[in-house]
């Protein structure tokens, strides 16, 4: 498989070359040639596989050219031997026609262990070998940070330096990420927000001088390799619920664009998905841009959902370059009109194509006490903030077909918030038993590119040493 940037004028790459780079050199996102496809019987035959044998047969075009499926077989074994369910992501009933995918069975009780498992894996085998080490650079809201530092941490050749909002993650996020203490691991927490720390470490990428000195990577949501790992679970959630004789749909709670544009890529993939419903918190750029075209971005309001409290969506460029045609040129001179005004109006074309799909929805804080107590008190379900806004759009919303709402954090991990809502601590699972005990390790830093460049050139690798 071959991909392109969104912004046209980056290499073509292979699926390795476009997992190592993250970030397009053009500052766009990298999104495969054309998109494979799924047939009817291709769908039908995923009945009754597990997991792992799910991923590969959904991966496999994916990865095509740079593994085999056997390679694949065995990197997602690995990863996935580590969730602490069997299903890896077990289906849940709320109501008759309302579902839970809870995708929080991995290390760092987030969905973004079912990718970032994976992409640690995925680096270690495509760097085996290889001369220069990498620097992977990332911004957290805080379960990307601790669900990459868990997959890289201690992996040979990699160092991981991760910014978070500080003092804008909740203490179980931050302990996740601060008290892993392999070498390799540095923790930066920024004097700012999320957006602030995502557009520090956008500028590192597009700093000639920086990128020359040091082999940066990313995996943030716009690594494409983590979306594709998502891809996965719609189809094994959809088969299960009666996949490609009934059509399926699926609420979201978003907040890069990541997650349920994996819906997208799996919806053109061939799987029947009746809608995507994207539900956001108060933060609403994307229900703005989704509902009546304007994306744009304001300054960012601190919720109990501190992984959706972003104003700028990366991934949203890769869903209007597929609805603009796939032109590059296009999407570059939008992207540009954006980054400089942090405003712009979705075109028609662009408007159109997401309403076939996509319906979108803001859900405040009564609404998602309000669903926590609605699971809480009708299905016996105990959900995070995230889950729960996801939920309430999925009520809000609701079509025809059978509702999965992805479940994307343990309610441990919010814990405050789960107990203002419904009155009841959940407890940490035995597998992170002790995070409240384990010293913690990280350093303070301005918002600024002086003092986080410095830092990293002082403690990272250069590509010749
Ligand atoms: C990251 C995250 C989200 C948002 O996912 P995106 O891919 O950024 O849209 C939602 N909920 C939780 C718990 C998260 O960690």
């Known amino acids: 498989m071959r991909y392109v940037s969104t912004r046209g004028s980056a290499p073509v790459l292979d699926f390795e070359g476009a997992t190592l780079a993250g970030l397009a050199a053009d500052g766009g996102l990298y999104v495969p040639a054309a998109w494979p496809a799924m047939t009817r019987d291709g769908i039908a035959a995923l009945a009754g596989l597990d997991y792992v044998e799910t991923a590969v047969r959904v991966m496999a075009p994916f990865v095509a ?24 992501t077990p289906l849940v009933q709320l109501e008759s026609d309302q579902w839970l995918l809870e995708l929080f069975h991995g290390p760092t009780l987030a969905f ?36 990459a530092i868990d997959a890289l ?3 040979a050749g990699v160092d991981i330096f991760m910014l978070h909002p500080h003092g804008r993650v909740s203490d179980v996020q931050r302990r996740q990420m601060t008290t892993v203490l392999a070498p390799n691991v540095h923790n930066i927490a920024i004097e700012g927000d999320f957006d602030t720390a995502q557009a520090l470490v956008k500028a590192m990428f597009r700093d000639p001088a920086f990128s020359a000195r040091f082999k940066l990577s990313a995996v943030n949501s716009i690594n494409w390799a983590r979306l594709m790992a998502q891809v996965v ?68 309001t601190p919720t109990a959902t501190p992984s959706m409290d972003i104003q700028v969506s990366s991934n949203f460029e890769r869903l209007l370059h597929d609805l603009s045609d796939r032109d590059g040129a296009a999407i570059a001179e939008q992207m540009a009109g954006f980054e400089s005004t942090r405003a712009m109006r979705l075109t028609n074309a662009q408007s159109e194509g997401a309403s076939a799909l996509f319906r979108s929805i803001a859900v405040d804080e009564d609404g ?52 203002r809502a419904v009155g009841v601590r959940p407890a940490l699972p035995p597998r992170v038993g002790d995070l409240f005990e384990r010293e913690e390790r990280y350093d303070v830093l301005p918002a600024t590119f002086e003092a986080v460049t410095a830092y990293i050139a002082e403690r990272a690798k250069p590509r010749v040493p």
């Open 65 to 88: 050219g740079s593994l085999t499926e056997d390679e694949l077989r065995e990197l997602c074994t690995a990863a996935y031997g580590r969730f602490a369910h069997k299903a890896v």
């Open 153 to 155: 941490a201690g992996r």
């Open 368 to 419: 998602m006490a309000a669903a926590m107590a609605r699971a809480h008190d009708g299905a016996g379900q105990v959900l995070d903030p995230h889950t729960a806004i996801g939920y309430a759009a999925a009520v809000a919303l609701k079509g025809e077909a059978p509702t999965v709402t992805l479940a994307t954090a343990h309610p441990a991990k919010f814990v405050d918030a789960v107990e």
């Open 112 to 147: 973004k262990d079912v990718a970032l498992q994976l992409v640690g894996l995925l680096f270690e085998r495509f760097l085996t070998g290889a001369t220069e080490p990498l620097t992977v650079i990332g911004a957290t809201s805080g379960d990307t940070g601790s669900a």
């Open 233 to 300: 679970y719609y189809f094994y959630a959809a088969v299960r619920l009666g996949a490609p004789e009934r059509a399926v749909a699926f609420s979201v709670p978003t907040g890069n664009f990541g997650d349920v544009f994996a819906g997208y890529v799996a919806a053109k993939m061939g799987l029947p998905i009746e809608r995507l419903v994207v539900a956001t918190n108060v933060n609403d750029i994307l229900h703005r841009a989704l509902s009546s075209g304007d994306y744009s971005s304001g300054t960012v």
